[in-house]
T-cell receptor, first 113, second 113 residues
Framework: DVKVTQSSRYLVKRTGEKVFLECVQD?????MFWYRQDPGLGLRLIYF???????EKGDIPEGYSVSREKKERFSLILESASTNQTSMYLC????????????FGPGTRLTVT | GENVEQHPSTLSVQEGDSAVIKCTYS??????FPWYKQELGKGPQLIID?????GEKKDQRIAVTLNKTAKHFSLHITETQPEDSAVYFC????????????FGKGMKLTVNP
């Protein structure tokens, strides 16, 4: 079974802090994704990566950056957390970029106070 | 860009009834349509998908239909059970150019015993 793990289930940070969300997948997938999930808005793509050290912006990249130094690990970085970044963050991976199943992690609920 | 609309946003049914979730998409180039189920406290999980060269696909109690002309696709769940209670997301993906998987806003299904 594909397993996507996220470093924290719950995280509370203060405004202005630098926040790292880590995601690891164990299926040697080329592609990894970061989504944000908010009530009434569904899932929105923040960034994705189709190879090590490669990244592409999604629909809502502002205020976020990513890092993919190793194939199995994809990090989401909030350079200076703000209250409007309070959300559920979901990481996913897939064998191909699109048109195939994406495997999701359990999510990290981030609260910025 | 692609826009995916999902209706209704909530649905409550009695155990044993059928449930139908409808989605429309805007980009006629979309050719992959997955459905994800998200249970409480978990990440979304693919339950069924359909490609644009197929009009219908079934897997036990669930089926998906696609109408390319009208640009809508639907998820049908028959003989619903309490464990079907979850949030369901539809999505659409294009190929070529700016590939992207765009999700609907989700529908919360409650199956009452």
């Amino acid at each position: 079974d594909v397993k996507v793990t996220q470093s924290s289930r719950y995280l509370v940070k203060r405004t202005g802090e630098k926040v790292f969300l880590e995601c690891v997948q164990d299926m040697d997938h080329e592609n990894m994704f970061w989504y944000r999930q908010d009530p009434g808005l569904g899932l929105r793509l923040i960034y994705f990566s189709y190879d090590v050290k490669m990244k592409e912006k999604g629909d809502i990249p502002e205020g976020y950056s990513v890092s993919r130094e190793k194939k199995e690990r994809f990090s989401l970085i909030l350079e200076s957390a703000s209250t409007n970044q309070t959300s559920m963050y979901l990481c996913a991976s897939s064998l191909q970029v699109w048109s195939v199943e994406q495997y999701f992690g359990p999510g990290t609920r981030l609260t910025v106070t | 860009g692609e826009n995916v609309e999902q209706h209704p946003s909530t649905l409550s049914v009695q155990e044993g009834d059928s449930a139908v979730i409808k989605c429309t998409y805007s980009d006629s180039a979309s050719n992959y349509f997955p459905w994800y189920k998200q249970e409480l406290g978990k990440g979304p999980q693919l339950i069924i998908d359909i490609r644009s060269n197929v009009g219908e696909k079934k897997d036990q109690r669930i089926a998906v239909t696609l109408n390319k002309t009208a640009k809508h696709f639907s998820l049908h769940i028959t003989e619903t059970q309490p464990e079907d209670s979850a949030v369901y997301f539809c999505a659409a993906s294009t190929q070529g150019g700016s590939e992207k998987l765009v999700f609907g806003k989700g529908m919360k299904l409650t199956v009452n015993p």
